[in-house]
Antibody
Framework: QVQLVESGGGVVQPGRSLRLSCAAS????????MHWVRQAPGKGLEWVAV????????KYADSVKGRFTISRDNSKNTLYLQMNSLRAEDTAVYYC???????????????WGQGTLVTVSS | QSVLTQPPSVSGAPGQRVTISCTGN?????????VHWYQQFPETAPKLLIS???NRPSGVPDRFSGSKSGTSASLAITGLQAEDEADYYC???????????FGGGTKLTVL
């Protein structure tokens, strides 16, 4: 079935950078918008960013704007999240998710990857 | 503090009906943006439960239903089962924030 697998998480010091990847399989990746959503330990879901199916448009949550960059390589079926100037409050499990139903707005998200943990700590 | 307000917790006995509310304002649900619902078990990724206010994706039991009116939406679960114990999140869009927003989440306990 449709699969999303995140990688790239780990422990990083404040102010440093990290790049997350999300490998997609068993669907036409280049036809779908993709999102990153994060969840701090014991907290709720927080939307991070979206990229259009063709990469032509990107939007970000205010909390990460100017520090994070979402991108994709449709030839590699892979989504990325470049995270710079990391802060302690960026500590979270980061999920990638595919748009499921674009008939509504915003599109719903399904499936989601298993998540990758990013810990920002000195 | 999320712009979509959900009760932190709800509970019900097996077989009962529970509802989870998602209250927004004129910048999000009240502006006509759609609402989706997700179910999340501990240490697992969220799963889409209700799409575009009322639609159940394939495989979701018909015990789950969604509704939307004015500045609010609701998720109803009938015939409550122990396996329904999980966290539930609503999602929409906020024009003031120019982004996707989630509710704070509701923990459902099956007594």
């Amino acid at each position: 079935q449709v699969q999303l697998v995140e990688s790239g998480g780990g422990v990083v010091q404040p102010g440093r950078s990290l790049r997350l990847s999300c490998a997609a399989s068993r669907f036409t990746f280049s036809s779908y918008g993709m999102h990153w959503v994060r969840q701090a330990p014991g907290k709720g879901l927080e939307w991070v960013a979206v990229i259009w199916f063709d990469g032509s448009n990107k939007k970000y949550a205010d909390s990460v704007k100017g520090r994070f960059t979402i991108s994709r390589d449709n030839s590699k079926n892979t989504l990325y999240l470049q995270m710079n100037s990391l802060r302690a409050e960026d500590t979270a499990v980061y999920y990638c998710a595919r748009e499921y139903d674009s008939n509504g707005y915003p599109p719903s998200l399904d499936p989601w990857g298993q998540g990758t943990l990013v810990t920002v700590s000195s | 503090q999320s712009v979509l307000t959900q009760p932190p917790s709800v509970s019900g006995a097996p077989g009962q009906r529970v509802t989870i509310s998602c209250t927004g304002n004129s910048s999000n649900i009240g502006a006509g943006f759609d609402v989706h619902w997700y179910q999340q078990f501990p240490e697992t990724a969220p799963k889409l439960l209700i799409s575009v206010n009322i639609n159940r994706p394939s495989g979701v039991p018909d015990r789950f239903s969604g509704s939307k009116s004015g500045t609010s939406a609701s998720l109803a679960i009938t015939g409550l089962q122990a396996e329904d114990e999980a966290d539930y999140y609503c999602q929409s869009y906020d024009s003031s924030l120019s982004g996707v927003v989630f509710g704070g989440g509701t923990k459902l306990t099956v007594l």
